[in-house]
């Protein structure tokens, strides 16, 4: 019999501490709303598997590996049945020292605070039954890198940019939701979805449109606790560049910030409401879980383009942006793009990526270790065996853009800053169909 068990704590860190997500430095001042980490607990009676939602921009795989293993060892369970699946907030802390400090002591507690979620959660583990559903979410994801008529392409061009021709790709607009409906405990409802958690920015710390669908949901059925993973969404962001960011709308409906991030949580929290009473029965089982190692080729750069590498760099870390020859995004994709290649310089020709899978009955979790793009997880979920697979960005790792390979020779933000060669996507559509089928039997 499947038990399922829930547990919530808050994981705010100290102010003070470095906020993760851009290439300028950002220190927390205030909070907007509190960064939460929910856990559920599936036992069959004789496996168990805890899988997080956090509140957070992502944890380096090393640095994730530490944490499973404090999970594991406070919640006597293998540190590969420990599932962390990041929201990818950017209004969240830095976990691991890159370009702005970590605080280890902020990291040591939060750990343990997960350990503790992860034994209340098994604490709290009832007989269950689950349902599900599927919903469609419009105008709240849109893709973000665009063909130029220019023939070039561009992530984030800017709002009503005349030389946009068309956009690369086409959102995945399908919400999935779960319905656990326990013996004696909340109901829970897991719900997911895929887009870019940037639309607060800031230096307050805040769990961005993902703390909204949880309150929204929860707000509206009594008795129940909602539980948000985002899927893949490398791609993607809440930037409609068909609309005026200054018009006459937006005072009432803004194009970004905390009111259109309550927005997209509302609309997000809403299309699954309105399947929340079709669910239908998902079959119950065995729960299983893996990690597998996946090993990528690295993308190493050129010798000759160090040197500017490094220059574009001194720029950008001694303020000189405009001394930097381009505008906008441009600006971002040349730095990101230096960094990437003096990361690289001296680095191993292959890199390791861990994929993570959690199983329970007919449902699955697929956990990636950074930011794929949308079709990853339509490839996942397409070729998955069981009947209701949630892909999971920012899950156990953290390790970057995860391009199609198609994006490597057009060019843009991600393809140009991303540590791997063209083919990692498809590699991990690959692997996670791999090791789906074999826990599925």
């Known amino acids: ?9 808050d994981i705010t860190p100290p102010l003070g501490t470095y906020m993760q ?17 929910s856990c559920i607990a599936f036992s069959d009676g004789e496996r168990t598997a805890v899988v997080f939602s956090l ?10 590996d530490e944490a499973r293993k404090i999970i594991s060892e406070m919640a006597h369970i293998s540190a590969d049945a420990v599932f962390l699946a990041c929201t990818h907030t950017h209004t969240g802390p830095v976990m691991k020292t890159v370009l702005f400090p970590h605080n280890p002591v902020y990291n040591a507690y939060c750990f343990a605070r997960l350990g503790s979620a992860a034994m209340a959660a098994i604490d709290d583990l009832r007989p269950a039954k689950m349902l ?7 105008n709240v994801a849109f893709i973000r890198r665009f063909r130029m008529k220019d023939g070039t392409i561009r992530t984030n061009p800017g709002y009503l940019n005349p030389n946009i021709r068309t956009p690369i790709s086409t959102p995945d607009e ?18 997911n979805f895929q887009v870019h958690p940037d639309v607060i920015g800031g230096t307050k710390w805040s769990a961005d449109f993902p703390g909204f669908v949880r309150r929204t949901f929860e707000g509206a059925v009594p008795g129940i606790r909602c539980i948000y993973f985002n899927g893949a969404q490398g791609d993607t962001n809440h930037i409609d560049v068909s609309r005026d960011r200054n018009g006459p709308d937006t005072e009432t409906f803004p194009v970004t910030g905390y009111k259109h991030s309550a927005y997209m949580g509302r609309a997000i929290a809403g299309a699954a409401l309105a399947v929340y009473d079709t669910a239908q029965p998902l079959a119950d089982g065995k729960v299983s879980f893996a990690i597998d190692d996946l090993i990528v080729p690295a993308n190493l750069p050129k010798p000759e383009d160090i040197p500017r590498a490094k220059h574009l760099i001194e720029l950008h870390e001694s303020g000189r942006d405009a001394e930097i020859p381009e505008s906008g995004m441009g600006v971002t994709t040349l730095v990101a793009e230096a960094y990437r290649m003096v990361r690289l310089e001296h680095a191993a020709p292959d890199i390791l990526l861990r994929l993570s899978s959690v199983t329970a009955g007919d449902l699955a979790f697929a956990g990636i270790p950074g930011e794929p793009f949308t079709d990853v997880g339509r490839g996942i979920k397409e070729a998955s065996p069981y009947s ?7 899950t156990n790792g953290s390790e970057g853009y995860f391009p199609m390979y198609s994006a ?11 540590r791997f060669c063209p083919g990692v996507a498809e590699e991990i559509v690959a692997g996670h169909t791999r090791m789906l089928r074999r826990l599925h039997g």
């Open 55 to 64: 509140d957070l921009i992502g944890i380096g795989q090393s640095v994730s």
């Open 132 to 138: 599900s559903a599927r919903g469609c979410v419009k």
């Open 388 to 394: 209701f697979t949630i892909p999971c960005c920012v």
């Open 1 to 9: 019999m499947l038990k399922v068990g829930f547990s919530r704590i």
């Open 174 to 191: 399908m919400l999935q939701l779960v319905r656990i409906i326990r013996e004696g405990g909340e109901e829970l409802a897991l719900i």
């Open 408 to 418: 490597f020779a057009e060019g843009g933000y991600e393809a140009r800053s991303s």
């Open 21 to 37: 997500g851009y290439f300028s430095p950002r220190q927390a001042d205030g909070i907007l709303d509190p960064l939460l980490a």
